[in-house]
């Protein structure tokens, strides 16, 4: 089956990422719908915040259980509970009666996406040849553009009842994608580096003749593997603490600081809270929504072009500082237009003085999110899934995506308030956080474009290179043999 079967299993997988997307989609509508305060009764800044951020904590929590998850129950039945535990969270936020409820199905739905968003780029990692894995592993990333895209369009559309339905809707569709992606897993193929760990070889073989069209690529492959398992046997060993162990504090670096340093872009800000600053700026209620459907039409687009043209041509660190020094301009823009031109209250009335000034912060908006998806979009998830080596990479995929949920409760919480409090002056927080992460991907984070996920292992610095060495040279006269 080859190149097509590849990427059609990592596109159904990646609709764990489309649930994260519309999520975040969902929440950044519904906070300014009419319907929605209402019945909530005007909620606080501060239940605001705790809306969106116990989200980000049972993400957080979701993702460190992955760790134990991938390596038991295996990446494809680590999916499909993933799948149930978000099902159930959208279903109680669906049917909630007061703002208690909706904060626990939150929650819920936090432990899922978090199991999931930890889980879908390693399996599409560990199914993907390395010449395609830039635009597998990207389908993450573009599907979470996917997600937001159609929640911000619902949401949009569903502006214009006058009823409960105004947010209950949107809320609920999230369930359905959840149930086809827990049948659906049934049918995609296990890890085959998972099935070697399990001592079931044959059935990895089974499953890379479906992966990989050519023979030679598909014994070098599974030799490859073998020989990283060899290793992995002779010091076993699962534990957090070692990713932070000289072998591995490099590999850790880098997926810790790309997750933390996506969250501290200020793309949360854009995507939970981009209505809430349309509103701010004067414009009305459904025109702020329209704003936000409009932009989350950017996102995705920019993505695909970027993991199937450019990922993997111009490799990920390049596009990670250039993203940085872009997105930091855009946000030191909005920032100084913001503050020269403050938000109009009867703006929405036809009455804007500044009219001009504030569709200008809406381009530098469109434009902020077109440089994240030009950058640590889809290069966060693809850099995380290849720097660790088979023994530690599932407990250094939850640690890594575990960070990236940590920043995210943070930000996510203290966003509402820091707008409220100093207002523009919140852009500049992180117009210098992106600067300084720009300096740090450029003179420390390492290049993985085209590496397989066993010789990374060497690149990265294991303790024992000689051995190392010697292992890719059997391994390079293995398939040397299987190629006459």
């Not at 450029?442 to 060495?469: P, Q, Y």
Request: hydrophobic letters at 50%; one cysteine or more.
């Amino acid at each position: 089956m080859g190149k097509a079967y590849n990427i059609t299993c990592a596109a159904f997988a990646a609709i764990g990422s489309f649930l994260f997307g519309y999520d975040s989609g969902i929440i950044g509508s519904i906070l300014v719908e009419e319907q929605f305060v209402k019945y909530f009764d005007h909620p606080p800044v501060e239940i605001t915040g705790a809306i969106v951020a116990l989200f980000q904590a049972g993400c957080f929590f979701g993702s460190l259980a992955a760790m134990w998850f991938a390596n038991v129950v295996g990446r494809k039945r680590s999916i499909q509970i993933g799948s149930v535990i978000a099902a159930v969270g959208g279903a109680i936020q669906t049917g909630s009666i007061n703002v208690g409820m909706f904060i626990a199905g939150r929650f819920i739905l936090g432990l899922g996406i978090g199991l999931l968003s930890t889980i879908v780029p390693l399996y599409q990692a560990e199914v993907s040849s390395p010449k395609i894995r830039g635009l597998t592993v990207g389908l993450a990333q573009q599907f979470i553009g996917f997600g937001f895209l159609t929640a911000t369009w619902v949401c949009y559309g569903t502006s214009y009842m006058d009823s409960d339905a105004q947010w209950r809707l949107p809320v609920g569709i999230q369930v359905a994608p959840a149930v086809v992606l827990f049948f659906g897993t049934f049918f995609l193929p296990y890890s085959p580096r998972w099935l070697m760990t399990k001592g079931r070889d044959d059935e990895a073989r089974q499953a890379l003749a479906r992966l990989l069209d050519d023979p030679a690529e598909r014994e070098r492959t599974f030799n490859e593997i073998q020989t990283e398992l060899e290793e992995e046997r002779r010091v076993v060993s699962n534990n957090p603490i070692e990713l932070f162990s000289k072998k591995y504090i490099k590999r850790t670096l880098m997926a810790c600081g790309v997750q933390i340093g996506g969250q501290l872009t200020g793309v949360n800000v854009a995507t939970y809270y981009g209505a809430t600053l349309y509103v701010a700026l004067g414009f009305s209620t459904q025109t702020s929504l329209l704003v936000n459907a409009l932009f989350s039409v950017a996102g995705p687009v920019t993505n695909f072009i970027t993991i199937t043209s450019i990922l993997d041509r111009v490799g990920r660190v390049k596009l990670l500082w250039t993203g940085n020094l872009t997105m930091g301009t855009c946000l030191l823009l909005i920032a100084a237009l913001y503050g020269h031109f403050p938000g109009v209250k009867d703006a929405a009335a036809g009455v804007d003085p500044y009219y001009a000034a504030h569709v200008a912060i809406i381009v530098f908006m469109f434009l902020f999110t077109i440089s994240f998806s030009l950058s640590y979009g889809p290069v966060s998830w693809v850099l995380q899934s290849e720097v660790f080596p088979l023994r530690v990479r599932s407990v250094g995929n939850g640690v890594a995506t575990a960070s990236n949920w940590a920043m995210n409760v943070w930000i996510s919480y203290a966003t509402p308030a820091a707008l409220a409090n100093i207002s523009w002056r919140y852009f500049f927080v992180y117009m210098a956080t992106n600067y300084v992460f720009a300096a740090i991907t450029f003179f420390f984070f390492v290049e993985t474009k085209g590496k397989s996920l066993e010789e990374l292992a060497f690149m990265l610095g294991d303790d024992d290179i000689n051995d190392h060495v010697g292992r890719v040279q059997d391994v390079e006269k293995a398939a040397e043999k299987t190629e006459a």
